[in-house]
Structures are given as C-alpha cells and as structure tokens.
C-alpha cells in the first residue's frame, strides 16, 4: 500500500522548501512520486525538486480542485499502477482546497492502492491572519482539514508565533502545531502520524458562501450567487510570462518592485527562473518579501498570481523591449 502526504499551504508558505527538506532527509530507500500542480501554465516548484531519484508529475494550468480534478485523479491511478511506489507526495496549488483533494485521494480507484498518511498544511505566521481575512474560504479550508500544521517564517518574525497560534488552534482544535525553526526541526516530526488514532473533525460549510469579508476584502458579495462556493479559477488570476531578457540583478530588483507597486491589481505571489549576466536566479516572491538565490536549473519564466491583474502590464515589464 502507497503512503499519501499531502503538503498544502497557502500561497509562498513555503510547501516546495518543506518538500526540499524532506526529500533530503527523509524517506531513505524509498521509491518516490512528487505530483506537482501549479495554477499558472508552468511549474516553477517542479523544475526545482525534479531528481533523478524522484518521479515527478506536473499538472498545471489550473487547480486539481477544480478544473483539474479529473486529471488528477487519473494521473494518480496511473502512476500508482505504472511505478508502484512506496510513497506519494502531493504539492498542490497554494489556491487549492485540501477537503477537495483529500476526497479525490480516497475515490475507489485510488483507496485500493494507496492510502492517506498525513496532510500536511503549511503556515505562514506573519500573513496567516491577512490570508484569513481576504481569502478565508480557501485558508480556513487547507487549517481545518489538517492532520498537523507546520509554521513557517517563525525564526524570522518570533512575535507572530503567539498569535498565528492562537488563531490556528481556533480554526482546527485537534491538529498537532509545529512551530520550530525548520533548521531545528527533525522530518520524522513531520512525518510521522498519529492521525489514526487522532479525531478529526471535517467541517464542509456546503451551505453559505463565506465572500463577505472571507473570500476578497473588496468582493461584490451579489455577484458570486450567495450559495456555493467559489472556485480557485472564479477568484484567482495567473499571469504566465517567458521572456528571452538577460537581466542585470539591479535592473531586475526594479522590475519585481515596481510589480508590487505600480501595477493595477494585487499581487498575491511570483516566483519563476530567470537568467541574469552572472547566472539563473530562482525568484521567490510575496508581498513584502522578495527572494533571489542562485539557481543551477536553466529557465526563462516567471509565474504571477492575485487578483485583477493587467496581464499586458505585467507582460511588458518582464519581456524584452
């Protein structure tokens, strides 16, 4: 039988550094599977776990919550009846819903071959409470359905750790809460479960629809019906851009700040591979934050979510003039 984690987390928690370390110093001798979803039309995480030790599906262009579920799930059966392996991790989209993606693991043709180890959701201490208040709908989804919730950013901003907390611990009462720095953090606490013996309380609100305050801050709460839930691809847009530019670093550090600036819309997270004079840079983007680290993979992308973009502005300002 094939152990399923699955490692959610909202939009740059940190789900592909987690998958980075416990590729590294976990699951010894065991035969791997990463399926990777990226809402936009590339997959930047995928380009940066590939291994020659790993297998690695890519499904993009959407979410396999919602428009990819079908996808998904016949991905799943045919690499458990192609690879037969010892385990199966599950990265998907930051906008993904876990609830959905813990039902599509347990359909008939996917139970009797493998099984749900752990779920995993991965939390950002200082913009938890942020996500919760503009996107609560797909936040509160990937807290509560939870088996354990591993804080990010602790060592960084120790003063959120109190309240992210607390806030977590009010969305999902049974699941365990790591919040050590993950340099100090062993994988077997992360992987190792308890949850068959652990209650779990799933919650579906089927009923309400939360776009009040939940789903967007500035959302028109008649436009979405009142009385189902919104999709990723209903509140999310991707911008894919493919540029040829070779860009000097101060240049490029321009380029991401005058995006999170001056661009119409708001930008929830870019990330993506682009070649500079001394090299490829793995950009890493949330706002506020900007992350550029050498990169030894080739690439030329850059993938950007949020919420009514301006794709030819965004477009212009990355590709060659």
Request: one cysteine or more; glycine letters at 8%; aromatic letters at 6%.
């Amino acid at each position: 039988m094939t152990d399923i984690y699955i490692i959610s987390g909202f939009l740059g928690a940190g789900k592909t550094t987690l998958i980075q370390k416990l590729l590294k110093e976990g699951f010894h001798n065991k035969k791997i599977v990463l399926i990777e979803n990226d809402f936009g039309d590339i997959s930047v995480d995928a380009a940066l776990l590939k291994d020659g030790n790993i297998e690695v599906r890519e499904i993009n262009s959407g979410c396999i919550c919602c428009s990819l579920s079908g996808n998904f799930v016949k991905a799943m059966k045919e690499l458990l009846e192609r690879f037969h392996p010892d385990v199966i991790l599950i990265e998907p989209s930051g906008v993904g819903k876990l609830s959905d993606i813990t039902k599509f693991c347990r359909e008939q043709g996917i139970r009797s071959l493998a099984r749900i180890k752990k779920r995993i959701t991965v939390a950002d201490v200082k913009r938890c409470s942020v996500y919760l208040e503009n996107f609560g709908e797909f936040f509160e989804d990937q807290i509560k359905h939870a088996d354990s919730i591993l804080l990010s950013w602790t060592e960084n901003y120790p003063d959120k750790v109190k309240d992210a907390y607390r806030l977590i611990r009010g969305l999902n009462p049974n699941a365990e809460i790591l919040s050590l720095p993950w340099t100090k953090l062993k994988v077997d606490e992360v992987l190792d479960s308890h949850s068959d013996n652990h209650l779990r309380i799933e919650r579906q609100d089927t009923d309400r629809c939360r776009c009040g305050h939940h789903l967007m801050q500035n959302s028109n709460h008649k436009e979405c019906g009142c009385r189902h839930h919104h999709s990723a691809e209903q509140t999310f847009e991707t911008v894919t851009i493919r540029t040829s530019r070779v860009f000097s670093l101060p240049d490029l550090q321009k380029r991401i700040l005058q995006m999170e600036k001056n661009t119409r819309g708001t930008v929830l997270r870019a990330k993506g591979i682009v070649r500079t004079a001394q090299g490829y840079l793995n950009i890493q983007y949330v706002p506020g934050n900007i992350q550029m680290t050498e990169c030894t993979i080739g690439g030329n992308m850059l993938c950007i979510i949020g919420h009514g973009l301006n794709r030819k502005e965004l477009t212009s300002l990355f590709e060659v003039d």
